[in-house]
């Protein structure tokens, strides 16, 4: 590394003038004689190196070297660079580092010292051998024949030697090496010529081939993809970090695999309790069941994602992966509210089921009505985002048309479930304190329906991610978090909603170690008493006339269905007058266990 005083900025041409050849030490000029495709004889003015050894394919190399550290495999990678004066062009030329071959040397022996002795850096091969040279390439076969292969290295910045590197330069060699972020060369290439700097053809050419891919989206996919990578350390520097987020992606797909495996079992048991304990399936079930089918659906499509690249930067991705990813996105926005919405209204057909004054009624169907109509719109919204609905995936910025802005749309939408999270959670209180229960039983039910707080901070967080997404300049690169925080969201809405319903399923559990033969029976509505067999009971109703019932003492109030509560242990059984015979003697009380939220409405109300 060259002093200040000793900058190649300092130096200048004297003079010019001819060389003989037989004076040359470094080059010459031949003249060759050659025939063209017509068979015409021509002659060819070529100039060509003196130094290329025996044996050598090649004149020189020069060395493509990283600088990373692994304890930071989240920093930007950096390629080295270097300052040199040249008098053939009188000026001081942006170089990589490089240098002639000696005799008997392998090309990546030549690479790993020229690196030490221009910037005093102790390089290493890339792990990857397909990747770690390149074909021979010719620098100006138009003038003359010299040539070189390019070495790829990385730089570990760990160690000792590396944090105080020492050139070992000739004794006229000024050489100033530095350092640039590598996604920025193509840039930085264009502020040094704008300065009157020299740029080398291979350091010209490599930054515009990293910014022809990274314009074009045309990648061709270096050894440094997500699945097979050079080096572990390498490639979390060459990929921004990618590999890091890779990580982080290959837990989510866990989690999400353990989170859907949940809301599979607590929709089965929701089931299960349904349709044999309480033997009574409605439409909140089947909205929820509709609302598991999609969160499968998500799960097919977020391997989808994983399959080509998701979390990669767009850097390293292939054409056909980037299609894909935005495609496969465009499917999961449309089955996203799908879910989301389908999980509402399925707390909302519930909510009916407990429905005893009929302003919530209403408040409950004209919610599920707007649910509806939001979660189509959205799903139009979605479908037609641009127009034509393909300029979507147009990297290349070549179709004609328009485009919403996804960023506000997504906002919005998101800030109306979030509302409507708040409004359905509020919505049941009033009731349930209304509803004749233990005071202990109310302050459970408004904790179970409480539940849904958490899917409410779930969608609150999601806003964050939905703006890390939208607004991003590699939105490859920033998928996860957005998909993380969805996936939050639906499943903690699936599992709230779906606890409620599998209560009677634990009740019966317990109800078997508590169980006995005393019970007590109610009405929600009108009360009419009437009194069978022997012993004694109280009427409810406006006379307040006593009567008898045979068996355990009991209070009987008609209806079109009745709940059956057990005076020792609080659990419901439903008790139909319509199926019973008139007439004397005490009513049969049923053998079999049910959910208590099916106690206390008829059944066409679902």
Known sequence: MASKDESSDNSKVIKTEPLDNKDAK?????????????????????????????????DG??????????????????????????????ATVIEVPAGLMDPDESPETCAIRELKEETGYIG????????????????????????????????????????????????????ETFSVPLKDLYDECIRFAEQGYVIDARVGTLAEGIEFAKRWRCSV???????????????????????????????????????????????????????????????????????????VAY?????????????????VLELQQMLNQIQTTLAIEIVYYLIINAIKISIL???????????????????????????????????????????????????????????AFFYTTSAVNIIADIWILLLPITTLLKVQRPRREKFALVIIFSLGTFSCIASIVRLYSIGVYTESEDPFFDSVPINVWSMVEINVGILCASTPATKALFSKAQRHRTHNGSYQYHSRERSIMKSYGHGSGKSNSNNGQEGT???????????????LKDVESGDHQPFDARKQNGGGGAWRVPDSDVDEQCLVWPESRV
């Open 26 to 58: 470094w080059a010459t000029l031949v003249k060759i004689t050659y025939t063209d495709p017509k068979g015409v004889e021509r002659t060819w003015e070529s100039g060509e190196r003196l130094t290329r050894p025996k044996g050598s394919d090649i």
């Open 61 to 90: 190399v020069g060395v493509a070297a990283i600088l990373q550290d692994p304890a930071k495999p989240n920093d930007e990678p950096r390629i080295i660079l270097q300052k040199q004066w040249r008098p053939p062009v009188n």
């Open 124 to 175: 290493e091969l890339v792990s990857d051998k397909t990747f770690r040279t390149t074909p021979i390439m010719f620098n100006d076969p138009g003038f003359c024949n010299t040539n070189l292969r390019m070495i790829h290295v990385t730089v570990d910045m760990s160690r000792p030697e590396n944090q105080n590197p020492q050139p070992e330069l000739e004794e006229n060699e000024f050489i």
């Open 221 to 295: 996919r270096p050894a440094f993809e997500p699945c097979s990578c050079m080096d572990s350390h390498v490639a979390s520097s060459l990929m921004s970090g990618a590999a890091g987020r890779a990580s982080i992606y290959k837990l989510y797909v866990t989690y999400r695999r353990l989170c859907i495996l949940k809301a599979v079992i607590c929709v089965a048991l929701r089931l299960y309790t349904r349709t044999f304990i309480v033997q009574h399936t409605g439409k909140d079930d089947y909205a929820m069941v509709f609302a598991l089918l999609f969160t």
């Open 299 to 315: 799960l097919v499509a977020i391997f989808i994602l994983r399959d080509n690249g998701m979390g990669f930067s767009g850097e």
């Open 349 to 407: 057909f519930f909510y009916l089921r407990i429905a005893v004054e009929k302003r919530f009624e209403y408040l409950c169907k004209g919610t599920i009505y707007f649910l509806v109509t939001f979660g189509v719109v959205c799903v139009i919204v979605c479908l037609a985002q641009c127009v034509p609905l393909h300029k979507m995936w147009d990297l290349a910025g070549q179709i004609s048309g328009q485009c919403i802005n996804t960023t």
């Open 549 to 563: 019932a045979g068996g355990p003492t009991g209070a009987v109030i008609q209806n079109e269905s009745y709940e």
